[in-house]
């Protein structure tokens, strides 16, 4: 593979891996609500392509469709435009620290694959249209029932051929579900990196079925049989090793719009990520009829703290703790928890999305993909380890909602109430624990 033609890169960025790369700006630039696109994670499997001719450039959309189709970008322009600001978060985000309690498998990262930015192009919705596929469908006329992206780039996982995934048609062809086939990033052409011309945004879903550099749209059958989606990014409970796992076992991981999300597969999902086969994990019970503290589910909800790193010094006087929260799956961040005592004791820190930004003609009036920022500006009297948690809305199971307790917490330790291990998985994705950091205090 040719990483000789690469686009440049802000030198702040910290590379995870050089070819392919993948890179993630330090944890600060993730504490503005929109992240610039120098500073936005980058995550490849392969070169950058190139496409020099715009002119020539079109996606094809075939497979199950009775009137296949090439479109080219300024027919994709005529579409109406919309923008979406939507988080983008790698399954893989916070990997490092799941590596430390057991390795993992997978490129190391630290709490910043993930960016908040508004997208705009034509909703993928609209585009189907032109093929005979109406809204708000879950079959095509051809029996198709899923929407698979193919990519220009070329990766090894899938033998030097192209990087794809796909999603169900239902979603695809719901315009609430704000599928975007987008051709900006932050109000300006997308860039080399990041998917020019044109790539999937799906919000609120994990970044991989976020398809760059789109070549081809095939309505098909059955999920998509790529490597991306068949051998890689499921969730396995801690339990499954490189020797017992079986890949068919699980569902591709995709996080649900909340209408799709059922109870059963909600309460399957926290329920199999305890592990029921080995029991619930000790120390650890399901209460019902309580709110949901961090499902370790499909959700790829989590929060970190940014204005901190590990073993940071504080002095004396306030300290700012701020950082995002983000939820998946459209719904909303209700509440964010911070400890400064190591988890025993915990408040409320104030909560804002895009504060003074005005809405513009094209945008969608509400944020319900994006991350929200928290922020409590406090004392820390002593070396300590601080801690960020939030509660996310499930808009689906209001009634039932769960929550994992930890019922052997040792307040006088200070043992930490939610830990690593209860997520942990071989290939590192979903690290939903509490995140925290160290800090010393200065005299
Ligand atoms: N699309 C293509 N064609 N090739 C890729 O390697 N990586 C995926 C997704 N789309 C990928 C891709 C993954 S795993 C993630 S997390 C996001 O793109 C990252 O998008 P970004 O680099 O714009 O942040
Ligand atoms: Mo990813």
Known sequence: SDYSKEPPRHPSLKINSKEPFNAEPHRTALLSYITPVDFFYKRNHGPIPIVNDIERYCVSIGGLVKNPLEISMSEIRKLPKYSVIATLQCAGNRRTEMSKTRKVRGVGWDVAAVGNAKWGGAKLADVLELVGISKNTSSSPLGGKHVEFISIDKCKEENGGPYKASIPLRQATNPEADVLLAYEMNGETLNRDHGYPLRVIVPGV???????????????EEECQGFFMQKDYKMFPPSVNWDNINWLSRKAQMDFPVQDLGLAQTLQNCLLCLNPSAGPLKGFQLKKNTVLIQSHSEAFGLSAICSLEDVDFVKPGKVTIAGYAVAGGGRGIERVDISVDGGRTWFEAQRCQRGNIPYQSDDLNNDKWAWVLFKAVVDVPESTVIIAKAVCTIAAIVLMNITIIPTDVD????????????????????NTSWHKVQVRRAS
């Open 206 to 220: 994990i970044g991989a079925r976020s398809v760059k550099w789109l070549d081809r749209i095939s309505i098909i």
């Open 411 to 430: 307040t006088a330790s200070n043992v930490q109430p939610e830990n690593v291990e209860v997520v942990w998985n071989l290939r590192g994705i979903l």
